[in-house]
């Protein structure tokens, strides 16, 4: 206040020289975020069909792309690569919108592949995923993603595979993306530098699921420290980072893990014929549920992500992201999911990466 009131008085007790003011204007500047911020989502579904709440959540947050599953790709009986539960578009893709093919590729696909079996996945890939955008409504895509959560063992036919993608004709003058889990980021050595165009950091599923006790296997803050952080300035890629939106019941049997309850939600556990709530998210079947597979005595653990949860881990990564431009996609575009999210809380996750 003392500066901006009396000017004057002060510049000429201080006598700051004008390299010294420059110097600090600049270094002032430098300390903010002048970083672009784009909005987007996953989608997850066999089906393509979204409903009027989904394409409000997308169209109020101003997205432009949408990251579509379009495919896993598991082994077959005979051990061959085989595409599993294909997207289905009954519905076209807006022209307005952006669609960014993503192919989920299960790590054992890649084990003990010959250079020419590689080739021959890569040019399957391409091709599929050419006949459903095309399915989608669209003549072409800018953007293919990769999701594998490669392992030492297989990453030397991972990236092969990688490669021979970005090779293909198809794909000339388009960007390849690929996923990276934190394991990965933290591992730059053995896990290595995938050949992309960018990295999606994929902030989720980071705690051990299966562990019986009072955690959130979706998102720890401190797992998310331990893994990321200036690390993430000295990437040798642009990352993007997949941030979650999803919940889940966990259930365990006499403290062992037996799976997740996917009829179950937190309307179900508020049910008090039927469940007791133990503390901390927990609770306690009374009776046996045969329709959620849930027997007496079984114990649920109910995982999701709080507001305040998503914008701390945002807080945390946005520290150590130096990218011009930070693409934030949230998984998933799925009504009962967004209906835990409001848009402002959304977009105030996003824009702290500003």
């Known amino acids: 206040m003392t500066l901006k009131s009396q000017p004057n008085a002060c510049f000429n007790r201080m006598h700051i020289p004008w390299a010294l003011v420059l110097s600090l204007m600049v270094i002032f500047t430098s300390c903010g975020h002048n970083t672009k911020v784009n909005t987007s989502f996953y989608f997850w579904k066999t089906k393509y069909k979204p409903t009027g709440t989904e394409n409000s959540y997308f169209n109020k947050l101003h997205c432009q792309k949408l990251y579509v599953r379009i495919m896993d790709v598991h082994q077959g009986e005979h051990g061959e690569p085989e595409p599993v539960s294909p997207i289905n578009f009954q519905s076209p893709v807006a022209d307005s919108v952006e669609l960014i093919p993503v192919v989920f590729i299960v790590n054992s696909v890649l084990s003990r592949r010959t250079q020419q079996q590689l080739d021959d996945l890569a ?65 730059q050595q053995s896990s290595g530098i995938p050949p992309a165009n960018r990295v999606m950091l994929m902030c989720y599923n980071m705690g051990n699921l299966r562990q019986y006790g009072l955690h959130n296997s979706i998102l720890e803050q401190s797992e998310l420290e331990k893994y990321a952080g200036s690390n993430l300035g000295n990437y040798a890629l642009p990352i993007d980072v997949g941030l ?56 649920i653990r109910w995982e999701n992500i709080p507001a305040a949860q998503l914008q701390q881990a945002a807080k945390h990564l946005s520290k150590h992201l130096h990218s011009d431009t930070i693409n934030v996609i949230y998984f998933h575009l799925d009504e009962p999911t967004l209906k835990q999210h409001t848009y402002e809380s959304l977009e105030k996750t996003a824009a702290l990466f500003r």
């Not at 939600?265 to 597979?293: I, M, R």
């Open 123 to 187: 040019g399957k890939i391409v091709t599929f995923v050419q006949g459903k955008t095309k399915q989608a409504g669209k003549s072409q895509f800018n953007e293919l993603q990769i999701d594998c959560d490669w392992t030492k063992s297989t990453r030397n036919n991972y990236f092969y595979l990688l490669q021979r993608i970005r090779q293909n004709a198809a794909m000339h003058q388009r960007a390849l993306s690929v996923t990276l889990r934190l394991h990965q980021l933290k591992n």
């Open 244 to 299: 979650p939106l999803f919940s889940w019941a966990v259930v365990f049997q006499d403290k062992q893990y037996k799976g997740i309850a996917k009829r179950v939600n937190q309307e179900v556990l508020k049910q008090h014929q039927w469940f007791n709530y133990t503390g901390n998210s927990c609770y306690k079947a009374k009776t046996d549920l045969p329709n959620y597979g849930i027997k007496a005595n079984d114990e």
